[in-house]
């Protein structure tokens, strides 16, 4: 007697079979309603038992932050605010590591929120050397690498925030593949890293890329990355050197000339004098006079005066406000603001004159005072302005 075995699928195809030739029976209309219903029950059961499965998990791993938080985080935080530089030992026998203690890749991704926490809240009180040798024993910098090279988009950039946010460290080799990518987000989070913390030209990327785009989030990012630098005391940039770069860019030009005024380097004061005599470029000129009125340069003055007459605009305004920052108590230069509060056709920058004006000390009030009682009568609204103290906030400052 012989027997047959059938396989796996055949019964998955005894009972299609079945429901085929059920359906074959009816019509067509009911036949493609009970497949579309069919289809949409299977979809409903995955979604709901796909929702309950991941909070299964989501329950499960916050439980287990929770018993790690309480099993290292005092020790943690005991290691990271000690004044002693401690060694590799030390630390381990302070986490009750055992000597050939292996972190998994879940016990990690298990700590990752309790140190960014812990960071946040005592980064001003840190040893920092003792926080980096901290991670070394968790076996962080080795998690960090592994997830940048993952193949999801999305551990990359996650990777690259937390290595940010954590003051954590990657290999410059591991961070420079991804300097270039074609996804702008990562592209973005590599080169802000590798400005964070390379030591091999960190900045070259910037300077050698033609179509860099600094949006305002950018911008803010690569400002608080040069904080970081400053205050560890790393090595900055030079960005006169930035501006004068060929290929020139001029988004990065001028958040070079903003760096300057941000970090008050007036040592390049007369390099940005002379760039501005130079200038064409509306931006440019704009963020160079802002810069030159902030780090109150007083021979910008005489430029600023004769630029004046053939600016547009806006930029006889951020001029008006130049001088009025730099107030060297100059008379030639009130004389010039008070003819062109006479002149100008522009109410705003009327109303910046005038200001710039009254707050340009004594000698300035007293020049207002005599505008006041001898300017057309059509000009007493910007008086009223100024003198308005529920206009003027500044008086509350």
Same mark, same amino acid.
């Given at each position: ?6 396989s796996?699928?055949a019964?998955?195809k005894?009972?299609?079979?079945i429901?085929y030739?059920r ?5 067509p209309a009911?036949r493609?309603?009970?497949?579309f219903?069919s289809?949409?029950l299977v979809l &409903?059961v ?5 929702n309950?499965?991941?909070?299964l +998990?989501?329950?499960a791993?916050n439980?287990?932050?929770e018993? *790690?938080? =309480?099993?290292?985080e005092p020790?943690m935080l005991?290691?990271?605010l ?6 590799l030992?030390e ?6 590591l ?10 990690n ?5 309790i ?9 001003? =009180?840190m040893?920092? $050397?003792?926080w #980096?040798?901290?991670?070394?024993v968790?076996?962080? @910098? %080795? ?5 940048v090279?993952?193949?999801?988009m999305?551990?990359r950039i $996650?990777?690259?925030?937390n ?7 990657l290999?410059?080799?591991v961070?420079s !593949? *991804?300097l270039?990518?074609k996804?702008? /987000?990562l #592209?973005n989070?590599? !080169? ?5 913390f390379g030591?091999s030209? @960190?900045?070259k990327? &910037?300077?050698?890329d033609?179509n860099?785009?600094?949006?305002e989030?950018?911008v $803010?990012?690569f400002?608080?990355?040069l904080?970081?630098r400053?205050?560890n005391g790393m090595s ?5 050197h930035?501006?004068?770069?060929t290929p ?6 001028i958040?070079a000339i903003?760096? +300057?005024?941000?970090?008050r ?7 940005m004098?002379?760039?501005?005599q130079?200038s !064409?470029e509306?931006?440019f000129?704009?963020a160079?006079? #802002?810069?030159l009125?902030e ?6 003055e005489k ?7 053939? %600016? ?6 951020e001029?008006a406000?130049?001088?009025g920052i ?6 030639e230069?009130?004389?010039f603001?008070?003819?062109d509060?006479?002149?100008?056709t ?7 004159l005038l ?6 000390? /004594?000698?300035?009030? /007293? ?5 006041k009682?001898d300017?057309p009568?059509?000009?007493a609204? *910007?008086?009223e302005? $100024?003198?308005?103290d529920?206009?003027d906030s500044r008086?509350?400052?």
């Amino acid at each position: 007697m012989e027997y047959y075995v059938l396989s796996r699928y055949a019964y998955w195809k005894y009972y299609f079979l079945i429901l085929y030739y059920r359906l074959h029976e009816f019509p067509p209309a009911v036949r493609v309603w009970a497949i579309f219903t069919s289809i949409c029950l299977v979809l &409903l059961v995955s979604i709901v038992v796909g929702n309950f499965i991941r909070v299964l +998990i989501s329950t499960a791993d916050n439980r287990a932050i929770e018993r *790690y938080r =309480e099993k290292f985080e005092p020790h943690m935080l005991e290691v990271a605010l000690t004044a002693r530089n401690l060694e590799l030992s030390e630390i381990s026998a302070l986490m009750n590591l055992p000597k050939n203690f292996k972190m998994r890749v879940k016990q990690n991704r298990r700590l990752v929120p309790i140190l960014l926490g812990l960071y946040r809240q005592y980064a001003d =009180e840190m040893n920092k $050397i003792n926080w #980096q040798r901290l991670l070394q024993v968790l076996k962080m @910098p %080795a998690y960090f690498d592994n997830q940048v090279r993952s193949r999801s988009m999305r551990k990359r950039i $996650i990777a690259f925030k937390n290595v940010a946010d954590m003051d954590a460290n990657l290999k410059e080799a591991v961070a420079s !593949r *991804y300097l270039f990518a074609k996804d702008r /987000k990562l #592209q973005n989070m590599a !080169r802000l890293h590798a400005a964070r913390f390379g030591t091999s030209y @960190p900045f070259k990327v &910037l300077l050698e890329d033609p179509n860099l785009v600094f949006t305002e989030e950018l911008v $803010i990012k690569f400002h608080n990355v040069l904080l970081y630098r400053m205050e560890n005391g790393m090595s900055m940039p030079n960005f006169i050197h930035w501006c004068n770069r060929t290929p020139v860019n001029e988004e990065l030009r001028i958040f070079a000339i903003n760096e +300057i005024r941000l970090f008050r380097r007036k040592e390049d004061c007369a390099e940005m004098l002379s760039m501005l005599q130079n200038s !064409r470029e509306e931006r440019f000129s704009c963020a160079l006079i #802002q810069a030159l009125g902030e780090l109150e340069y007083v021979p910008a003055e005489k430029e600023f005066c004769r630029r004046y007459l053939s %600016a547009s605009f806006s930029e006889r305004q951020e001029l008006a406000r130049a001088l009025g920052i730099i107030n060297s108590g100059n008379p030639e230069v009130l004389r010039f603001l008070e003819e062109d509060f006479l002149q100008t056709t522009d109410y705003v920058t009327r109303m910046l004159l005038l200001r710039t004006i009254y707050n340009y000390g /004594k000698p300035g009030r /007293k020049t207002y005072e005599r505008l006041k009682k001898d300017a057309p009568a059509e000009f007493a609204i *910007y008086f009223e302005h $100024i003198e308005c103290d529920l206009i003027d906030s500044r008086r509350y400052a």
